[in-house]
């Protein structure tokens, strides 16, 4: 849900996104691309798209580009009802976008893994040097790091299928999401300029899908 103008703006005109514009002049073999150049790019190839995503995740910025609809007194009920759904979805999406893509490339074995040896270490050295457990309760202490990783394991496996169960639940929602924003402008509810957040442009050329 992003504007594809916005984004080729972005790209060629905001330092944050230096590396995805090195890669479109490489693509392009050209040092100065034009922004409408990007735009065909990127909208030929979604690989910018999810790098430009990658990269809003990582800065913690939205790549959802939809503003909060105003509700007026005017309007009827069903446009009312109808804009603080949307706007509730659209904060929800934004809630989510970290769940826009699978664990499958996550860290989280790493990080989890990680804590888990952190927690061993430190129970070694307490008892390596503060104690004399290893003499006498060597089994047992053993048994206990064997705990500690089982527990290590439960937790990166929670934390995996909680993302997978997010993941589904961010689809399902900006599928129905993207199934109101039409509906909304075939109804006349809003415009394009009064959703999307961005440079002005064609009707047509608003928004892209590029989630799978």
């Given amino acids: 849900m992003i504007n594809i103008k916005k984004v080729a703006h972005q790209i060629k005109f ?9 890669e479109v002049q490489e693509k392009l073999d050209n040092l100065d691309p034009s922004v409408d150049e990007i735009e065909q790019l990127i909208t030929d190839d979604e690989y910018y798209i999810w ?3 990658e990269l809003n995740r990582y800065g913690e910025l939205s790549s959802v580009h939809a503003k909060k609809l105003d509700i007026k007194d005017d309007e009827s009920i069903e446009a009312k009802e109808f804009k603080t759904k949307l706007n509730d979805n659209v904060q929800q999406l934004k809630n989510l976008e970290n769940f826009e893509v699978d664990s499958k490339n996550s ?9 888990g040896v952190m927690v061993i270490f430190m129970v070694h050295n307490y008892f390596a040097l503060f104690s004399d457990l290893y003499n006498t309760h060597e089994n047992w202490i053993y048994f206990g790091y064997a705990i500690i ?8 496996k929670r934390t995996k299928a ?10 399902d929602l900006h599928k ?12 006349h509810y809003f415009t394009h300029e009064e959703f ?15 989630t799978h």
């Fill in 196 to 210: 999307f957040i961005g440079i002005t442009t064609g009707d047509d050329e608003f928004f892209k899908d590029t």
């Fill in 162 to 171: 909680n993302h997978e169960n997010q993941h589904i639940l961010y689809k």
């Fill in 14 to 22: 905001d330092g944050m996104y230096n590396t995805v514009y090195s």
């Fill in 51 to 53: 790098e430009y995503k």
């Fill in 107 to 115: 860290a989280y074995s790493i990080w989890i893994g990680s804590i």
């Fill in 176 to 187: 129905e999401t993207r199934n109101m924003i039409k509906e909304g402008f075939e109804q």
């Fill in 149 to 156: 990783l089982g527990f290590t394991y439960w937790g990166y």
